[in-house]
């Protein structure tokens, strides 16, 4: 079947609190909805927020770029459509993303198949996302992180920035107080070598499952550097956007496991790609988010499902953070668990 239309709108979703980064700070999250429709009246869907401190992408440039390339696709499949999109059109990762879920979602819907079988999913097991300590100052960070742990979110994924004083003050005091949390500490390229290994050097006596991004996407030799001395697992996430970044990375032994999100690779088709590359390498990796809306996140999370081998860390937690749930999902937020309905 061909495509016969495409559409595209901005959505809003407010957050129960202010999500706060070392790079930003917003109380929704705010996302471009693209429609694929083909010429029976099948659609797809697919989606991409405005992440503009990551992907370079605004809702504006979002929406332009999916306008300047979508009379490319009329009278095309959604597999002709999927191989142009990544060989010829020249857009930014986020917007390439939207529109490539939404031709995977309606080739889906063509096929009469559901994502489970697309994947050829075997596990339909709960997952298990971590969910987000936004960075505010250290007491409020503690409160926050025990009142999650309480609600059942016991992976932790604390925010951190530029000073190291308040880093280690801040991890220190969650471990004290919630020993049994697993926790994650993403630094959002903020610290210098020095901070890096400062912290790590503070942390011998905890323990954490992985320090994210630490220093600046392009200084790989920092990284590497951190991550030969370190005795906590070091995650590659803005440093690794493409299969080429991936790879450059491993080969490299710049970073111990790479984070794979849809909207900085450029959607399903390319994390595919490298998620094949990193089960091959034996690297292990996590599937991670912005912050999005349902549609993408849904995706996600069968991507998650297909390749537990690969993914042992889900950094999914969007609809955990949204001021209402959503009834968009395929799945059911319980805490940390998510369960397909």
Known sequence: M?????????KYIELKTPFKTALRETSHVEFV???????????????????????????????????SVQDVFMGLTCQESLTILHSKCNIGSSAASALDMAFISLHVK????????????K???????????SLNDSDMMI????KAFKDDMSILKVKLASDISHAIKVVKSISNELP?????????????????????????????????????????????IISDMSHIPILADESVFTLEDAKKVVESKSAHMINIKLMKCGGVTKA????????????????????????????????????????????LDSPLLYKEASDELDFTYRGFKIIKK
């Open 180 to 224: 049994l949390a697993e926790i994650i500490v993403d630094a959002n390229q903020a610290w210098s070598l020095k901070d890096s290994l400062e912290f790590i050097e503070a942390m011998k006596n905890i323990k954490i499952e992985l320090i994210e991004q630490p220093v600046g996407a392009d200084d790989l030799s920092a990284l590497k």
């Open 143 to 146: 409160e926050d992180a025990k």
């Open 33 to 67: 909805r693209v429609h694929v429709e083909d010429e029976n009246g099948l659609v797809g869907i697919g989606e991409a927020p405005a992440t503009k401190a990551i992907t370079g992408e605004d809702i504006e440039i979002i929406l332009n770029s999916i306008k």
């Open 110 to 121: 063509e096929q009469n198949q559901t994502l489970i079988e697309y994947f050829n999913t």
């Open 2 to 10: 061909k495509i016969a239309k495409i559409t595209a709108e901005v």
């Open 123 to 133: 596990d339909l097991s709960p997952l298990k996302t971590d969910v987000t300590i």
């Open 272 to 315: 595919i790609e490298i998620l094949e590359y990193a089960r091959e390498k034996e690297v292990t990796c996590m599937l991670g988010s912005m912050l999005e809306g349902p549609t993408s996140i849904n995706i996600a999370l069968y991507l998650a499902m297909a390749y537990r081998d690969v993914i042992k860390y889900i950094d």
